[in-house]
T-cell receptor, first 110, second 114 residues
Framework: TQLLEQSPQFLSIQEGENLTVYCNSS?????LQWYRQEPGEGPVLLVT?????EVKKLKRLTFQFGDARKDSSLHITAAQTGDTGLYLC??????????FGQGTELSVKP | DTGVSQDPRHKITKRGQNVTFRCDPI?????LYWYRQTLGQGPEFLTY????????KSRLLSDRFSAERPKGSFSTLEIQRTEQGDSAMYLC????????????FGQGTRLTVV
């Protein structure tokens, strides 16, 4: 069974601080995706990483895919209150199944 | 609106009743997924379809749960003899069949079993 372990599960920080969220698995995925979810809404895609070692940047967010394609990280620089939300990593396997990690609830306080 | 549509948005039912939810995916998306989500947790995989074929069903899913996608377009998820533990948000997502593409989610159906 493929599992994705996210850490930390909860994160509460002050505005302006940096943070990193981790997503780990013992399985290889063909790609990993990061989603953000607001209360009462479905998850919305932030980024897809496909190549081992790949780094993608989206404004203050930096995403990295591990060399072995088993893990990924999300780093946010100078967090803002608008970054508050549930961050989810998700992996595709070769068969097209999409599974999610447990999520990281981020709270950024002013 | 051409996004993923789920109906109803909210459902309150008595324990023991059957409920059915509907998902209309983005047209021409041949992959459709069902997930269950509780507050503050990631979506838990239930099942997925490629066109009308159900490719996998979670082993965590009891026999009270069944899903169909009869014509490869909309899908239904039925829960029989609901239990209080079934209370959750049920999310549907769709995506094209090509690799590594984005999954688009509906807003979910919130089920409360009383």
């Amino acid at each position: 069974t493929q599992l994705l372990e996210q850490s930390p599960q909860f994160l509460s920080i002050q505005e302006g601080e940096n943070l990193t969220v981790y997503c780990n698995s013992s399985s290889v995925f063909s790609s990993l995706q990061w989603y953000r979810q607001e209360p009462g809404e479905g998850p919305v895609l932030l980024v897809t990483v496909v190549t081992g070692g790949e780094v993608k940047k989206l404004k203050r967010l930096t995403f990295q895919f591990g060399d072995a394609r088993k893990d990924s990280s999300l780093h946010i620089t100078a967090a803002q209150t608008g970054d508050t939300g549930l961050y989810l990593c998700a992996g595709h396997n070769q068969g097209g199944k999409l599974i999610f990690g447990q999520g990281t609830e981020l709270s950024v306080k002013p | 609106d051409t996004g993923v549509s789920q109906d109803p948005r909210h459902k309150i039912t008595k324990r023991g009743q059957n409920v059915t939810f509907r998902c209309d995916p983005i047209s021409e998306h041949n992959r459709l997924y069902w997930y269950r989500q509780t507050l503050g947790q990631g979506p838990e995989f239930l099942t997925y379809f490629q066109n009308e074929a159900q490719l996998e069903k979670s082993r965590l899913l009891s026999d009270r749960f069944s899903a169909e996608r009869p014509k490869g377009s909309f899908s239904t998820l039925e829960i029989q003899r609901t239990e209080q533990g079934d209370s959750a948000m049920y999310l549907c997502a769709s995506r094209p069949g090509t690799s590594n593409t984005e999954a688009f989610f509906g807003q979910g159906t919130r089920l409360t079993v009383v």
